[in-house]
């Protein structure tokens, strides 16, 4: 059922070595390497956020500069409240 995301799906980030460098940053700030890669998706599509129900990815999102990384809740707070 992952597939079902292309109906959703706005953009399809194509893999390029800006992207592969950027996630090789981020796994040296603690990311996990596929977390960091869709991080480093993210950022090259210049994102304003990176929407996550994982708390080590949000921890380290303070680190990580031109995105806000929060969990869908505070989303909802941070846009609508």
């Given at each position: 059922?992952?597939?079902?995301?292309?109906?959703?799906?706005?953009?399809?980030?194509?893999?390029?070595?800006?992207?592969?460098?950027?996630?090789?940053?981020?796994?040296?700030?603690?990311?996990?390497?596929?977390?960091?890669?869709?991080?480093?998706?993210?950022?090259?599509?210049?994102?304003?956020?990176?929407?996550?129900?994982?708390?080590k990815?949000?921890k380290?999102?303070?680190?990580?500069?031109?995105?806000?990384?929060?969990?869908?809740?505070?989303?909802?707070?941070?846009?609508?409240?």
């Amino acid at each position: 059922m992952i597939w079902k995301w292309r109906e959703s799906a706005i953009i399809n980030v194509r893999y390029n070595s800006t992207i592969f460098e950027g996630a090789k940053y981020l796994s040296r700030l603690g990311l996990r390497d596929k977390d960091a890669l869709h991080v480093s998706c993210a950022l090259s599509e210049k994102s304003k956020y990176f929407l996550t129900t994982d708390d080590k990815i949000i921890k380290k999102g303070k680190f990580i500069e031109n995105i806000i990384i929060l969990n869908p809740i505070e989303f909802v707070r941070e846009i609508y409240l």
